[in-house]
Each structure stands twice: as structure tokens, then as C-alpha cells.
């Protein structure tokens, strides 16, 4: 089981703090959020995503017991 959760804008959007899933890698954890709130795949493939601390790509694998964290990308100027 992997602890994922929403930060920013996504969590404000979604409503949702997180959630835990039975998931390998990114990109089933996006699909896994895709499927519990109201984000779409299209807007978590452009957030910044940290497992366990640090930067990871789309197709990164995920090992049991660790914390995704989705973070929308920031604007401004």
C-alpha cells in the first residue's frame, strides 16, 4: 500500500487530502487519484511528483509503504 497525497491547488480542486492505493508506479497512482476524486489525468501528468522525498518521472516505480506526493506546478511573476 502506498500513501499518496495532494498539495496546492490540486487538493483545493479535488477536495482531497489523499489517499492510500495498491499501486507500483507513478502512473498508477495518478490513474488510482483520477479514479477516487475529480482530477484529471491530463493535470496530474503535469504536476511535480516527490516518492519518498525526492523528484521522480511518470514512469518511476513505487515500493510498498512509500509516500507519493503530488504538488501542482506554481505560477506567478
Known sequence: MVTI?????LRLKSGCKGLEAD?????????ALAD????QMKEL????????GKQSKFS???E????VVF???AGGG
Not at 499501486?23 to 490513474?31: L, N
Not at 501528468?45 to 519518498?52: D, E, P, R, Y
Open 60 to 62: 518511476s516505480k513505487i
Open 36 to 39: 477516487s476524486t475529480t482530477l
Open 23 to 31: 499501486v507500483s508506479t507513478v502512473k498508477e497512482a495518478c490513474q
Open 5 to 9: 497525497k495532494l498539495f496546492g491547488s
Open 71 to 73: 504538488l501542482a506546478p
Open 45 to 52: 501528468k503535469n504536476c511535480v511528483v516527490m516518492v519518498n
Open 64 to 67: 510498498d509503504g512509500s509516500e
